[in-house]
């Protein structure tokens, strides 16, 4: 399986953090956020990856490189300086990730959740990782069902999405080449039935503000753990 990893956000909210630097290259626990990205997929044995960028493109392609650091083969896809937004930037990247399933994992989480426990064929057309809400989510964005579908409606657990999933290409195929976000897209899959989805019940942290970040990096250090 083929991995995607998005890291074509300006983070605003990091600012001025991501004034100079792009959110992947931000340290935590020591090394570049992208790093302990790198390291997952490596271990999983994902060997090809795509990796989407836009804001300070050429540092991130500077650091990664094509992969060979970490065992992998490593390919650009280029947004511009704004980005397309998740849904946009996954359906840019089609190209260069084939026409089997792919996983994509968000560039501004940290989690100890292993990619290789995503399925390599979905049953629907999504298969999503969820988490338990944070404070800062209460409400979550999906529910997920006893029988491990996505509701599109009331039913279910009321979960947060991780940013970490696997999809069937056939997911974007009426979609058009621009900005779009991904999840009202998943919705209307999950609406159809065609979504899926597990809980993970280990480490996971949204890292979208300077504090989450100096917060994820203390408690890393604590544990002395490494990419």
Known sequence: MRALILAAGRGRRMRPLTDATPKPLLPVGGW????WH???VARAGMQDVVINTAWL???IMA?????SAWGLRVRYSHEGAEGLETGGGIRRA??????EPFCVLNGDVWTDFDPAHLPAQPPGLA??????NPAHNLAGDFRLRDDGTVAADDQGQPLTFAGIGCYDPLLFRDTDDGSFRLAPLLRDAAARGEVTATQHRGDWFDIG??????SVDGYLRRR???P
């Open 32 to 35: 570049p956020l992208i790093d």
């Open 38 to 40: 790198l390291s997952a």
């Open 57 to 59: 493109s050429e540092q």
């Open 63 to 67: 650091h990664v490189g094509d992969g």
């Open 94 to 99: 089609l190209p260069l990730l084939g026409k």
């Open 127 to 132: 298969h999503l990782v969820l988490v338990a």
């Open 209 to 214: 503000t300077p504090q989450r970040l100096d």
């Open 224 to 226: 002395g753990v490494s």
